[in-house]
Nanobody, 115 residues
């Protein structure tokens, strides 16, 4: 049974940091590309960062220089380290596993940046 489970969200003040985790099971994690998306209230879900099976990373938009995606294939886990958080980073963050046309999504974890 495929499972993708995010954790680590919460409430943080502007300028603070959080590390999200995404634990996967039920498929060969090391061969999948892993991505983090986020969806703010009333907005579309958007790609934040992506890491390929070989470790190549991509970041989108305003998170460049502030967010770092990484993976630990031994633990079947992908991480998103977030620093210098801003109120506009507030969203539900989702993890996705991808291999060709096969995709597996997690249920999301809420990140709220507010004083």
């Amino acid at each position: 049974q495929v499972q993708v489970v995010e954790s680590g969200g919460g409430l943080v003040q502007p300028g603070g940091s959080l590390r999200l985790s995404c634990a996967a099971s039920g498929f060969d994690f090391s061969t999948y590309a892993m991505s983090w998306y986020r969806q703010a209230p009333g907005k579309e879900r958007r790609l934040v960062a992506d890491i390929l099976a070989g470790g190549f990373t991509t970041y989108v938009g305003s998170v460049k220089g502030r967010f770092t995606i990484s993976r630990d294939n031994a633990k079947n886990t992908v991480y998103l380290q977030m620093i210098s958080l801003k109120p506009e980073d507030t969203a539900v963050y989702y993890c996705k596993a991808r291999l060709a046309r096969e995709e597996h999504w997690g249920q999301g974890t809420q990140v709220t940046v507010s004083s």
